[in-house]
């Protein structure tokens, strides 16, 4: 949007600015045009009044070329054609018929055109005529020719090559410098969307700018708080929901165990067991993606180190492989649960996990690989969904471990994703944006 912004004001404000220049050029032009034909009229009114003074002496001036401006009309010209309006003009202004008929330089100085002339000389700057003719009061034809003003900038345009390219320039410019001013603040609500739909934890947009963007930004953050009241609501409801069921669940619980028939009892316990559980993990979920931990800036390779050491304390096959030498700024307790399900995940389904970390074109990537059968490839995807039991699932697990991390890691802009190795064994991988990221020493994959 900002380049067609940008392309539309610098096209418009350069074909503006040629326009202009073009009818500022033709005015100028239509100026001098009047102009030149005033001082004609006064030349042509002046050799007219001369002949009424001294009809020999002018005759003999013009003959001679003594005049500059007017000289004798050639023998063979003829009044045909004449100007009927520069013609009803030039009789209003001496008082009797006159007639008048332009004619342009290569006729008025024919004689310049079979001479020879230097190079620096341009015969197009010679001045066009008219070719004057009235019969006096006392019933004499006078025949003359006026010269008009050389009109020299004819061929030099104001609307040049240069000047096309400077207006394009600028206008280039200016449109850039406008479409930069315009487009900040849908920027600022560009950036907000994007953050938001990464993580729930935003901040509003700061409301500046011209009206209209202030109203859509306004609106905007109203939107971004109904969905955030929406999230909380949600998850008050979850919470009061949990909490009520625990009282009847556990009185059953008490119930279960008076049934006399020790495996109907303990298969009946089980069941329950799993329906605690699922309402439980199901709050986790629903909290987990309305967290409000503060941010801070963590090492990664000890925030790795440590989680697999705390799990080699229980027995676990966990082992930290490869660190980054970075720090990143991430909401610590958040990516704590994420690996924390992922870990668990894969000494679940591959009986032992590796902790690693690199970076990836400026992002950093996490990841927590084992050695276990995989997914197949259509099953990536589904994997995220909470409570969806996969081709590869065993066990007692509610199937949401991995969507409480996905929900856990949006709460700092990464992105969870899994892929199958090479070798067997699936890897899931926490990618944190590069503006995250703080480099601390030197390590490689």
């Known amino acids: 949007m900002a380049g067609r912004l940008a392309l539309v004001l610098a096209l418009g404000m350069a074909a503006s600015a040629i326009l202009a220049l073009e009818a500022s050029d033709r005015l100028q032009r239509a100026n001098f045009r009047k102009e030149q034909a005033a001082a004609a009229f006064?030349?042509?009114?002046?050799?007219?009044?001369?002949?009424?003074?001294?009809?020999?002496?002018?005759?003999?001036?013009?003959?001679?070329?003594?005049?500059?401006?007017?000289?004798?009309?050639?023998?063979?010209?003829?009044?045909?054609?004449?100007?009927?309006?520069?013609?009803?003009?030039?009789?209003?202004?001496?008082?009797?018929?006159?007639?008048?008929?332009?004619?342009?330089?290569?006729?008025?100085?024919?004689?310049?055109?079979?001479?020879?002339?230097?190079?620096?000389?341009?015969?197009?700057?010679?001045?066009?005529?008219?070719?004057?003719?009235?019969?006096?009061?006392?019933?004499?034809?006078?025949?003359?020719?006026?010269?008009?003003?050389p009109d020299r900038s004819f061929y030099q345009h104001n609307v040049g090559h240069p000047y096309v390219v400077l207006i394009i320039i600028a206008g280039a410019l200016l449109g850039l410098l406008a479409a930069s001013l315009a487009m900040a603040p849908l920027r600022r609500m560009e950036k907000s969307a994007r953050a938001f739909s990464l993580e729930v934890d935003f901040e509003p947009i700061p409301v500046k700018g011209p009206s209209e963007v202030r109203a859509a930004l306004e609106t905007f953050n109203i939107a971004q708080e109904r969905v955030r009241e929406v999230i909380r609501e949600r998850t008050q409801i979850l919470a009061s929901v949990t909490h009520d069921l625990q009282t009847p669940l556990t009185r059953l619980r008490l119930r279960l165990e008076q049934v006399e028939d020790e495996v109907l009892r303990d298969r009946l316990v089980a069941d329950l067991a799993v329906t605690q559980q699922l309402v439980r993990d199901g709050l986790d979920l629903a909290r987990s993606s309305e967290i409000r931990e503060p941010w801070a800036v963590i090492d990664i390779d000890s925030v790795l180190s440590s989680a697999a050491e705390d799990a080699a304390e229980f027995g676990h096959r966990v082992v930290f492989t490869t660190g980054c030498g970075v720090q990143a700024r991430v909401k610590p307790n958040a990516l704590g649960r994420a690996l924390g399900n992922l870990v668990d995940n894969a000494q679940k389904y591959g009986g032992s996990a590796e902790l690693s970390c690199w970076r990836d074109n400026g992002?950093?990537?996490?990841?927590?690989?084992?050695?276990?059968?995989?997914?197949?490839?259509y099953e990536l995807e589904q994997a995220f969904q909470p409570f969806r039991r996969l081709s590869s699932s065993k066990g007692s697990g509610t199937g949401i471990g991995l969507a409480i991390a996905q929900a856990q890691a949006k709460t700092f802009g990464a992105i969870l994703t899994l892929r199958n190795r090479k070798n067997g064994g699936l890897s899931a991988e926490i990618r944190i944006p590069v503006k995250s990221v703080r480099t601390t020493g030197q390590a490689g994959r």
């Open 42 to 149: 006064r030349s042509a009114t002046d050799i007219a009044e001369r002949f009424d003074r001294d009809p020999l002496g002018t005759k003999t001036a013009l003959d001679e070329n003594l005049v500059l401006g007017a000289h004798p009309v050639k023998s063979d010209w003829r009044m045909s054609g004449a100007n009927p309006e520069l013609s009803r003009e030039l009789t209003s202004r001496l008082g009797f018929p006159a007639q008048i008929k332009t004619f342009d330089n290569r006729t008025c100085f024919a004689q310049f055109q079979r001479n020879r002339y230097a190079a620096g000389m341009n015969i197009d700057a010679l001045p066009d005529c008219w070719f004057v003719r009235y019969v006096d009061k006392a019933g004499t034809e006078r025949r003359y020719v006026v010269d008009l003003w």
């Open 363 to 377: 992002d950093l990537v996490i990841c927590v690989a084992d050695r276990g059968p995989g997914l197949p490839d």
